[in-house]
C-alpha cells in the first residue's frame, strides 16, 4: 500500500530565512504528488503538484518541489519564509492514477520567528 | 469561480445520533471526495463518488456512508454516532477522472459529545 512520510513533526525557522520540508513516499508506479498547506481552522489550499514531466515545479506563495524519483521524495522549499507562511503543510501521493484518492502524510507544522 | 462549500460549518452531536454533511462542489466539477481529519489519525480518505456513483471507498466502517446528486452535490451520513467520529470532515471536489487537482472546502467539525 501506498504511504507519506513526513518525518519532522515541527519546524521553526526565522522570518527571511530559507525552508525546506521533507516528504518520502512509497508507491510502485510513478505517483501524483501534492503539497497541500493549512492554516488554523481552515481546509487545504493547494501549493503545487507533479504529474510528469520537469521534476522541479513551481508553485504559490514562492513555493517549489523537486521529485527525485531515486529518492522516492518530493521536498517543498521556499528560499524566503514570510510571516505568514506559518501554517501546517502536508504532503500527499495520489493512489488511484486519477488524483482521487490522496494519501496523506501526517503534516509538518511550520513555526516562523519574527 | 466559488469554491467548494460545505455546511454546517460546526455540527455538535450526542452519542447514538445519526449526522448528514452536505458539500457543493465547485461548479463544473463532477468528483467529490471525502476525508476524516483528525489529531491522533491524521487525514484520511472516506469515499469518493462520480457521477452519481462511488468510485473509491477508504478503510471506515459501514456507518459512513455518502451519496451523490445529480448535480454533483454531495452528502455523507454518520450513523450512530460514537465519541470518536468527532473531527474535522473535509470535503474535496475534481474536475473529472483525472489527473487532476482535489480542490477541497472549508470542513464541517464535527462534536461528539
Known amino acids: 500500500a501506498q504511504s507519506v512520510t513526513q518525518p519532522d513533526i515541527h519546524i521553526t525557522v526565522s522570518e527571511g530565512a530559507s525552508l525546506e520540508l521533507r516528504c518520502n513516499y512509497s508507491y510502485g508506479a510513478t505517483p501524483y504528488l501534492f503539497w497541500y498547506v493549512q492554516s488554523p481552522g481552515q481546509g487545504l489550499q493547494l501549493l503545487l503538484k507533479y504529474f510528469s514531466g520537469d521534476t522541479l515545479v513551481q508553485g504559490i506563495k514562492g513555493f517549489e518541489a523537486e521529485f527525485k524519483r531515486s529518492q522516492s521524495s518530493f521536498n517543498l522549499r521556499k528560499p524566503s519564509v514570510h510571516w505568514s507562511d506559518a501554517a501546517e503543510y502536508f504532503c500527499?501521493?495520489?493512489?488511484?492514477?486519477?488524483?482521487?484518492?490522496?494519501?496523506f502524510g501526517t503534516g509538518t507544522q511550520l513555526k516562523v520567528e519574527l | 469561480k466559488a469554491g467548494v462549500t460545505q455546511t454546517p460549518r460546526y455540527l455538535i452531536k450526542t452519542r447514538g445520533q445519526q449526522v448528514t454533511l452536505s458539500c457543493s462542489p465547485i461548479?463544473?466539477?463532477?468528483?467529490v471526495s471525502w476525508y476524516q481529519q483528525t489529531p491522533g489519525q491524521g487525514l484520511q480518505f472516506l469515499f469518493e463518488y462520480f457521477s452519481e456513483t462511488q468510485r473509491n471507498k477508504g478503510n471506515f466502517p459501514g456507518r459512513f456512508s455518502g451519496r451523490q446528486f445529480s448535480n454533483s452535490r454531495s452528502e455523507m451520513n454518520v450513523s450512530t454516532l460514537e465519541l470518536g467520529d468527532s473531527a474535522l470532515y473535509l470535503c474535496?471536489?475534481?474536475?473529472?477522472?483525472?489527473?487532476?487537482?482535489?480542490?477541497f472546502g472549508p470542513g464541517t467539525r464535527l462534536t461528539v459529545l
Open positions: 500527499a501521493v495520489d493512489s488511484t492514477g486519477g488524483g482521487n484518492k490522496l494519501t
Open positions: 474535496a471536489s475534481m474536475r473529472a477522472g483525472g489527473p487532476d487537482t482535489q480542490y
Open positions: 461548479s463544473g466539477h463532477r468528483s
